[in-house]
């Protein structure tokens, strides 16, 4: 008499076990792949609004002051402003999940000449993620028409 056992052998059970792990390897894996480029994404995204507003900043204060001093240190970025009407004020560009540089340091007098500015906006955590943004500092020359 023969009867008709239904079951799985271990060898069955093996390897489908073998082959849904397998599986799960690369589904964790594309996973992990796709959260670590987001968050990369993320961050650079982050860097660059950052350049961009302080970008805008600089440009600001060259185009409405008489003249201003720049250093550059610490991953901070510190502006003496003198305006217009002889008052002064300074400015300190700072964040702590971020380090900014810039190829201009010392007096700038707005109206005599346009400066070349090349900003560095770097993540302190890792510097090769990094954003480099190089601009015109302009200003309509005195006397113009």
Avoid: W
């Avoid at 700038?108 to 890792?126: A, F, H, M």
């Amino acid at each position: 008499m023969i009867r008709n056992h239904r079951g799985l052998t271990f060898i069955e059970l093996l390897v489908s076990i073998a082959i849904v792990s397998f599986i799960g390897i690369i589904i964790v894996s594309t996973l992990s792949q796709s959260v670590n480029y987001s968050q990369k994404s993320i961050s650079k995204n982050f860097i660059q609004q950052e350049a961009n507003i302080l970008n805008t900043q600089l440009i600001k204060i060259h185009q409405k002051s008489k003249q201003y001093v720049l250093s550059n240190s610490n991953c901070e970025i510190n502006v003496s402003i003198t305006n217009k009407d002889d008052s002064t004020q300074t400015q300190l560009f700072t964040n702590t999940k971020l380090c900014y540089s810039i190829n201009l340091s010392g007096i700038v007098i707005p109206g005599q000449e346009d400066k070349n500015l090349i900003l560095t906006v770097s993540d302190r955590n890792d510097p090769n993620n990094s954003i480099k943004i190089t601009t015109l500092l302009y200003r309509l020359k005195d006397g113009g028409f």
